[in-house]
């Protein structure tokens, strides 16, 4: 019986990475696909790739947290939790998915697996709360660091990048498979400035999957490694195939939402937010904690937003009271490769209002939907685990 339960674990745990890489691969391709540089199915692929490097090189510290770590016994991941935690947390994913919408997978994960040590009394609460501390803080973090950026830098990295999509609605970047080996292929009228674009917003994107490989892994396999009846490379290496299995599927639908329907995210925004979210997500999983990448994302977001906007006025100006208007829609103010005006000296009437940049009814699906998906998780655990008898706790 212990051998079947394993097995249906095990699966579990495939439909949990198969779910991720739904959930992740729209994040960090989006902007890429969106613009018309790639196309989905080699966003899948580099995905696939770049999650696996980072789940098997940092990816193990972050499955020990989890697997080890949280609750302070770990004879409590039997089989059969093992294939509860992984239910709950593969079918809320599964809900987020299916909306279009990518969810934290780490709250989401976290939230079973918590519940599972809450509902037994096994919980490590100093390591929780030390989670729950780096999910505050780390969001505050990229905030600052693109606010920063927004209003000190980011107008000449704007200005120096200049990243444009495709003009005619083809991917910019192509595989050429005419010859023996494959090859890259840009487009015809690409000039030498395009090229580094592509390239630039492509490998951002490949971050972006190492960052998620890093994090990520441990929410499909962590409770079936907690059992130490599986070693943990072997689990890697099952989850991996899994995310990206679902990569090449599922997540067509997050790559059209975070493409296309949330925002109008300029590509150069999206490199900084990706930058600044993917280097926050490696730090914190190096030293075991699961971040959030989205949560993460979407408040560097509002702070590179805040930052360009508060370039309307100086630090003197301020202190003497003026008003300065502050606008998520700045990010759109000026287009790529365009000279910025120095501090102080640009009109705030043409700073966009933020529904310029946002889709308010996709925005606040997605919102939505990042909240309901660890709670689902969370409270759908606790309640089995703590009143279902079957499970003997």
């Known amino acids: 019986m212990t ?17 991720i890489g739904g959930a992740t691969t729209g994040p960090a391709f989006g902007p890429a696909v969106g613009a018309n540089v ?36 770990t004879a409590i991941f039997t089989t059969r939790a093992n294939v509860a935690v992984l239910f709950f947390i593969g079918g ?44 505050i803080v780390a969001p505050i973090v990229g905030f600052w660091v693109a606010g920063v950026i927004g209003r000190y830098f980011y107008p000449r990295i704007n200005e120096w990048i200049a990243i444009e999509g495709s003009r005619d609605g083809r991917q910019m970047v192509t595989v ?39 994090s990520n892994i441990a929410n499909a396999i962590a409770p079936i490694y907690g059992t130490g009846e599986i070693d943990m490379i072997p689990l890697i290496l099952l989850g991996s195939v899994a995310v990206a299995v679902g990569c090449f599927t ?43 990448f989205v949560v993460i994302a979407t408040m560097s977001i509002i702070g ?21 208007h502050v606008s998520v829609g700045a990010l759109t103010a000026e287009e790529e490769g365009e000279t910025p005006p120095e ?29 309901v998906v660890p709670i689902v998780s969370t409270v759908g655990a606790f309640l089995t685990f703590r009143y279902v008898p079957v499970f003997g706790f």
Not at 49 to 66: C, E, K, S
Not at 277 to 287: Q, R
């Open 176 to 214: 050429d498979r005419s010859s023996g080996v494959p090859r890259l292929r840009f487009g015809d009228d690409a000039d030498r400035r395009e090229i580094t674009g592509a390239l630039v917003v492509v490998g951002i994107g490949c971050l972006m999957g190492f960052s998620s490989g890093t």
């Open 343 to 371: 501090i102080g000296e640009e009109d705030p009437a043409d700073i966009p209002k933020a529904s310029d940049l946002f889709d308010p009814s996709t925005t606040a699906r997605v919102i939505l939907m990042q909240n």
């Open 304 to 324: 590179l937003g805040w930052g360009r906007a508060t370039r309307t006025t100086r630090i003197s100006d301020a202190a003497r009271g003026e008003e300065t």
């Open 92 to 135: 809320a994913l599964f809900l987020g998915n299916y909306a279009g919408v990518p969810a934290s997978t780490s709250m989401t994960a976290v939230g079973a697996i918590a519940a599972l040590g809450l509902a037994t009394g096994e919980l490590d609460f100093a390591v929780l709360g030390e989670i729950v501390v780096w999910w």
């Open 250 to 292: 599922i997540a067509r639908r997050t790559l059209d939402t975070l493409g296309n329907d949330i925002t109008n995210l300029p590509l150069t925004a999206a490199i900084v937010v990706a930058v600044i979210s993917s280097t926050i997500v490696i730090g914190l999983s190096y030293v075991g904690i699961p971040a959030s």
């Open 38 to 73: 790639i196309t989905k199915l080699m966003a899948a692929a580099l995905m696939s790739v770049f999650f696996f490097l980072g789940a098997i090189t940092i990816g193990p510290q972050v499955v020990d947290t989890l697997g080890r770590e949280l609750v302070t016994d």
């Open 3 to 19: 051998d079947v339960l394993l097995i249906v674990g095990l699966l579990v745990a495939v439909f949990v990475g198969y779910n």
